[in-house]
């Protein structure tokens, strides 16, 4: 999800209290607040604040442009995110400003050719990270007796990988990054069913559905720096996707890259199962779990 903050939706907008003229003139009004107060003041509230205030007059057009401002908006590992939206082109990195900066973070960025998605929170400055199907390793992903990829309007990355029927089920993410220092959760974002639309309706077929309640499904995490978690449970809900909840992470050192494995496995050979939809796998920090509810609805 993602928005940015639009530089040109403060411009030309702003009320010119430092031309109040005739009488007034002599009145101190809010343009003669030096730019430096006003950036000040400026760095206590969240980016959409500083992007309102901004119309009230031309000081604060120019004070909420300031880069000490949008810097302390910025995570602790911007240039390193920048490094990944930009490549290794750093001279175009140098020649922003910080609010182009943010601006252009807070919009959904692809890369690892186009199977990872990473943005910044635009009220918060907390960062998303979204990993396709086509990033995971899904066993057997090759043989199309068992799995295909599916296009959907229901997935972000316009695909899904589905599973019609296996016995052995075991799907694998890895992931290095460098977080901003706090607490994440992993989920897997995955449906029971297949669907698609119908004279403008949206149907599910979950015809190959089976197997899903016979055994649970077990999750597992592990960080590069001696995290884990584990957790089982059913997969259930036909026709609905649902965030699985995979684990916790915390980093403690924002400016090092962490390792991530991650793994969802249902591989008891006694049944087969099937029917499965793999969209992916949502990071958000865990104190903002209202961001992946949020991006889980839009997708």
């Keep these: 999800m993602g928005a940015g903050i639009s530089s040109s939706s403060t411009s030309n907008k702003y009320h010119d209290d430092d031309d109040d003229g005739g009488s007034l003139s002599s009145r101190p009004g809010l343009g003669d607040i030096p730019e430096s107060c006003i950036s000040s003041m400026l760095i206590n509230l969240d980016p959409p604040e500083i992007c309102e205030l901004a119309r009230v007059n031309r000081a604060f057009h120019r004070a909420s442009s300031a880069d000490f401002v949008w810097e302390s908006k910025l995570p602790q590992n911007y240039k390193f995110l920048a490094k990944k939206v930009f490549?290794?082109?750093n001279n175009i990195i140098a020649s922003m400003t910080k609010k182009d900066i943010y601006t252009k973070l807070c919009s959904p960025n692809r890369f690892d050719a186009d199977t990872k998605e990473v943005w910044l929170d635009k009220c918060s400055g907390q960062i998303c990270l979204l990993?396709?199907?086509?990033?995971?390793?899904i066993t057997g992903i090759d043989d199309r007796r068992y799995w295909n990829y599916i296009p959907t309007q229901e997935s972000r990355f316009k695909s899904v990988a589905y599973l019609q029927?296996?016995?052995w089920v075991e799907v694998v993410g890895e992931l290095e990054f460098e977080f901003p220092a706090g607490s994440y959760t992993l989920f897997f974002r995955l449906q029971l069913g297949k669907a698609s639309k119908r004279l403008g309706r949206r149907l599910c077929n979950?015809?190959?559905v089976h197997g899903w309640d016979i055994k649970p499904v077990r999750f597992q995490l592990s960080t590069s720096d001696g995290q884990r978690s584990y957790s089982e449970c059913y997969l259930s809900g036909p026709g609905e996707w649902t965030l699985y909840r995979v684990g916790d992470f915390t980093v403690d050192r924002p400016n090092e890259p962490i390792k991530l494995k991650f793994s969802l496995?249902?591989?008891d050979c006694t049944h087969t199962k099937g029917g499965l939809c793999i969209d992916g796998a949502i990071i958000?920090?865990?104190q903002f779990m209202s961001l992946a509810t949020k991006l889980h609805s839009s997708s």
């Design 265 to 267: 496995a249902q591989i």
């Design 131 to 137: 990993m396709s199907s086509k990033s995971l390793k």
């Design 165 to 167: 029927q296996m016995w």
């Design 284 to 286: 958000c920090p865990t």
């Design 87 to 89: 490549g290794q082109h």
């Design 206 to 208: 979950v015809d190959q």
